[in-house]
């Protein structure tokens, strides 16, 4: 039987996931800055090929299509040797294999020349050695499972008042449990299918620019708005692994030390989902979590997660957190769920 009540339990869960949200909040900030300097690689691009080849601030797809010279030959061929070194050093062996084949060619057009640029700054982006996207997502999902991992079973043992030797987690069980493909694939094959549709969108950009004679600053504004669009969709994707991997470290944790229940906790606020809203204080068995049914993460930007549950006749006497529309804690009883709350104190201010 466990010494501490499940108030105990509530907090040590909601305290996991706050702390652990902290730091994948802080590397999406990280993120950001990295599309941004990006952005601004690719506005230098643009600005330089205007200022080359313009006529009244605009290009057409003809003239784009026109051959570099000699001499924008030789300096193109050694802007690639750059890059492909560059590339080259990432770790995971991710390199773009079309900027070879282009760098061996005797004729290469000034588009040709600029799409290559442009998709070598996005290579660099997404894969670059350890900064690029990535490789700091798997960091970033590898720390997060161990400290989810970790801080739970401290807490699990805490919370049991016994002590038990563990054997640390070694790099191998963490790999496989960041990669486990839970929702159709893993978080590194959809990364570099973002990067595809990324690199994929600036081109259609550009192009369609060229052939409706955009000036610099159309041009511009229009790649913006696709690298805004390719943030976003790394935001929501280490948003949603963060919390699924928080949530399978705490998993692993409870089979480890025999917590045969678990009970889903919805985050009380507004942002919550119709889904986790339906789920929160539902009690499950361990042997049957099952991330998507009855586990987070059940969806894209999923913030609930699990805490250990024991039968407490007092539990209308402990108490939960909730968060006010400024983000604010406050405690509320922790025998209501999200729709009791909901109607008791967000509806009730609102009238």
């Known amino acids: 039987m466990p010494i501490m009540n499940n108030e105990y339990w509530i907090e040590r869960a909601l305290e996991r996931e706050e702390r652990i949200n902290k730091d994948s909040e802080k590397y999406q900030r990280e993120l950001k800055k990295q599309f941004e300097k990006a952005m601004l690689d690719i506005e230098k691009e643009i600005s330089i090929f205007y200022s080359k080849y313009a006529e009244d601030n605009s290009i057409s797809l003809e003239k784009a299509q026109e051959y570099l010279s000699p001499k924008e030959r030789v300096k193109f061929k050694n802007r690639l040797d750059y890059f492909i070194e560059l590339v080259q050093n990432n770790p995971k062996g991710r390199f773009n294999t079309e900027i070879r084949n282009l760098s061996n060619r005797v004729r290469i057009t000034r588009y040709q020349a600029l799409l290559t640029e442009i998709r070598a700054h996005i290579d660099m982006l997404f894969g670059y050695k350890y900064t690029g996207y990535e490789p700091r997502t798997t960091n970033l999902l590898s720390n997060i499972y161990e400290q989810s991992y970790y801080r739970s079973k401290y ?197």
């Open 155 to 351: 807490d699990i043992q805490t919370g049991l008042g016994v002590g038990r030797s563990f054997s640390s987690l070694n790099q191998r069980a963490t790999t496989e449990a960041i990669n486990y493909p839970w929702s159709g694939a893993n978080y590194s094959d959809r990364i570099w299918e973002q990067k595809a549709k990324l690199v994929n969108n600036l081109r259609n950009t550009i192009t369609q620019g060229m052939v409706q004679g955009q000036s610099i600053y159309k041009m511009t504004s229009a790649l913006k708005e696709r690298m805004d669009v390719g943030y976003t969709n790394a935001q929501r994707l280490v948003r949603t692994e963060s919390n699924h991997v928080l949530n399978n470290g705490t998993l692993r944790a409870y089979k480890e030390d025999g917590i045969e229940r678990y009970e889903y906790l919805a985050i009380l606020d507004s942002r919550t989902s119709s889904i986790c809203r339906s789920l929160d204080n539902k009690v499950f068995n361990v042997s049957e979590a099952k991330t998507g049914v009855n586990l987070p993460s059940m969806h894209v930007n999923c913030r609930s997660t699990t805490a250990a549950y024991f039968e407490d006749d007092d539990r209308a006497n402990y108490e939960r957190l909730a968060k006010d529309p400024q983000g604010k804690y406050y405690k509320v009883p922790a025998n209501i769920n999200y729709n009791e709350w909901y109607n008791k104190y967000v509806n009730k201010s609102a009238s």
